[in-house]
C-alpha cells in the first residue's frame, strides 16, 4: 500500500516540476566554478577595454591607474593609498562614517596597517559584529574608535566633538547614501587632508543636483540619492578642497585639501574632468571573500 501511495504521489504533475527544479538547480551548483570564472573573464575583459579606450589612464597625475581593491568595496583603496604617497600622511588618523561590518569599507587597509580612528555606523547588527572582533585584537582595539548611532547635520559637529575626533584627520571617508552631501555641508570646521564621498553618478557631471534633506529618511534603491558630482564639486571648492578624481565604478570621489594639491593632481578639477559613469556591474572582488583584519605580527 506504501509503495502504491508513494508511486500515485510521485506522478502528481507538481510533484514532477519540483523535482525537475531540483535536478536544474543541482546542474547550476555544479556549473557554479565555471560561471565564476568566466564571470571573471568577462570583467578582467570589460575592465581592460574601459582603460584601454580611454587616454586619460596614460595621465601620471590621474588617479584611475592606481585603483586596487584590499577591503575596499571597489578600488578605491589603491587610490587612497597614491594620494597619500603624493602629499604625505603626518597623523595617520582617519575618520569613517557608514562603514558596516568593516569588512568592506575604505579605511580597513589603513588600520591594518598602523592607523588610528574613528568608525560610526548607525547598524547595531554590523557595529556588534566589529565589537566582537575587536575582543580577539586588543591591539587594534587600541587604535580604533566605534560609535553606533545615525548621524544627522545639526549634530554631526557635536558628535565629533564627544568624540576627540581631531579637527585635521589625514582621511575622511563618508557613504551614508540618502544625507552623504548634507553631513560634508554641515562640517564647517573640520579641514581633513583627503575627503572620500559617495556621488550620485546616475546624474551628467553638468548638472549640480542635492537630494533635500528629510530627517529619518533613508535610501530607497532607487536613483533618487546623495548629489551630483557637480554638487560636490562646488560644495568641496566652497570649503576649500579640489575635485582629484572618481573611481573606474563611478560611485565614489576623492577631495583634496587645497593647500596640498599642487602639481601633484590633474587639473582641471572639476566634475566635467574627472566624472565616471555608473559601471555597477564591475563590482566584484578579485581574492578570497573579504573578511574582517586580523592581527598583524612580525619576527624579530
Request: glycine fraction near 8%; charge should be negative.
Amino acid at each position: 500500500m506504501i509503495e502504491y501511495v508513494l508511486s500515485l504521489y510521485r506522478r502528481l504533475p507538481v510533484v514532477r516540476e519540483l523535482r525537475a527544479i531540483h535536478d536544474s538547480l543541482r546542474q547550476l551548483h555544479s556549473l557554479e566554478p565555471s560561471i565564476r570564472r568566466l564571470e571573471t573573464a568577462v570583467i578582467t575583459q570589460a575592465l581592460a577595454t574601459v582603460k584601454g579606450s580611454d587616454p586619460r589612464y596614460q595621465d601620471p597625475r590621474r588617479l584611475l591607474a592606481s585603483g586596487a581593491q584590499y577591503w575596499s568595496q571597489n578600488y578605491e583603496d589603491g587610490m587612497i593609498e597614491e594620494i597619500f604617497r603624493r602629499i604625505g600622511s603626518p597623523t595617520k588618523t582617519f575618520l569613517e562614517i557608514g562603514v558596516g561590518d568593516g569588512s568592506e569599507n575604505n579605511t580597513t587597509a589603513l588600520l591594518a596597517q598602523g592607523w588610528r580612528g574613528w568608525w560610526i555606523d548607525g547598524d547595531s547588527s554590523g557595529c556588534a559584529s566589529i565589537r566582537q572582533r575587536l575582543q580577539s585584537m586588543p591591539s587594534i582595539g587600541k587604535r580604533l574608535t566605534l560609535h553606533e548611532g545615525l548621524v544627522a547635520p545639526a549634530t554631526i559637529q557635536a558628535l565629533l566633538q564627544q568624540l576627540s575626533v581631531p579637527r585635521e584627520v589625514d582621511l575622511f571617508s563618508l557613504d551614508i547614501d540618502q544625507d552623504t552631501y548634507h553631513i560634508w555641508a554641515a562640517l564647517d570646521d573640520f579641514r581633513p587632508r583627503v575627503i572620500v564621498v559617495e556621488y550620485n553618478g546616475a546624474l551628467p557631471p553638468g548638472i549640480a543636483w542635492i537630494h533635500p534633506y528629510e530627517s529619518g529618511r533613508t535610501w530607497d534603491g532607487t536613483q533618487a540619492f546623495g548629489a551630483s558630482l557637480k554638487a560636490f564639486e562646488i560644495l568641496g571648492r566652497r570649503r576649500g578642497y579640489s575635485l582629484v578624481g572618481c573611481e573606474l565604478l563611478g560611485a565614489n570621489a576623492f577631495f583634496v585639501r587645497e593647500d596640498l594639491v599642487g602639481d601633484r593632481f590633474a587639473p582641471p578639477f572639476t566634475a566635467e574632468n574627472h566624472y565616471e559613469p555608473p559601471r555597477y556591474g564591475l563590482n566584484f572582488r578579485w581574492a578570497h571573500k573579504s573578511s574582517f583584519f586580523g592581527e598583524s605580527h612580525s619576527e624579530g
